[in-house]
């Protein structure tokens, strides 16, 4: 069994990291960014995916890797895990069908609600305590698809035309622009700004850039959301204008 993920604050990759190894103590999980990942793909049949689910669609950095190595995906045995902040309908659903398009076998979904991470916008904040919840509840659900995938009897959730409708017409349908394409709406505030690079090192589309000791940024981000969670100055922000919460999955565990 191998992990793949794609991750912003952390969730998903602790998600992946949590389920394949208590399926097997030795698996590994690798994350899309990971320069050997195509290496280890080609020796593996059975594949698990992590990804956050942004407006119950596939973040544009992930389906371009899905895209880009499309015949690799050929008779490989899938397993989808979502991760969201509330409910996204068909989040395992959408990478499911992209990836059984290519070739791929899909034998399973989970939805895992996790932390909210997008820092500047207040919708979904919760108290540390409810997102230490959060956290174990996720914990659980992942030890029981583990037990339910070892009888072979994998869960569903997200797979399905139901879920896909909810997916369809709860916020693909009205937001599909949103993960279409890279968005250059990031904003940095350069009085906020120090220069410590932290952002630049972090995006992984490499849309940060120092410009006379200030960072700037382009137009290809990807929404993960790593930068605004983890400035120092809270100098970031993409949705929404300040900064309401810093979240990064250790802060809850």
Not at 4 to 31: L, R
Not at 57 to 76: Q, S, V
Not at 99 to 111: M, R
Request: proline content about 2%; glycine content about 8%; overall charge positive.
């Amino acid at each position: 069994m191998l992990g793949i993920y794609f991750s912003g604050t952390g969730n998903s990759k602790y998600c992946i990291e949590k389920f394949v190894q208590t399926y097997d103590s030795k698996a590994k999980a690798f994350s899309i960014e990971d320069k050997e990942l195509l290496q280890h793909i080609e020796k593996h049949e059975t594949i698990v995916f992590s990804y956050p689910v942004q407006y119950s669609n596939i973040p544009k950095i992930l389906r371009d890797f899905i895209d880009n190595n499309k015949t690799l995906w050929k008779g490989k045995r899938v397993f989808v895990i979502a991760t969201m902040g509330l409910f996204s309908g068909d989040g395992s659903g959408v990478l499911a069908r992209l990836l059984k398009k290519y070739g791929a076998v899909v034998i399973g979904g989970l939805h895992l609600k996790m932390p909210d991470s997008i820092g500047d916008e207040k919708a979904l904040k919760r108290s540390l305590e409810k997102n230490k919840e959060l956290i174990r509840n996720a914990e659980k659900k992942i030890e029981q698809a583990v037990r339910q995938l070892r009888e072979n009897k994998p869960t569903q959730e997200g797979l399905g035309i139901w879920y896909q409708l909810a997916g369809l017409f709860g916020q693909r349908l009205y937001f599909i622009n949103k993960t279409k394409r890279y968005t250059d709406k990031l904003k940095i505030d350069s009085q906020k700004c120090i220069g410590c690079k932290r952002c630049v090192t972090l995006c992984p589309m490499k849309n940060i850039r120092m410009n006379d000791k200030i960072a700037v940024s382009d137009n290809q981000c990807t929404m993960c959301y790593r930068c605004v969670n983890n400035c120092p100055r809270q100098a970031i922000t993409l949705l929404g204008r300040q900064v309401v919460e810093q979240s990064v999955v250790e802060k809850y565990l």
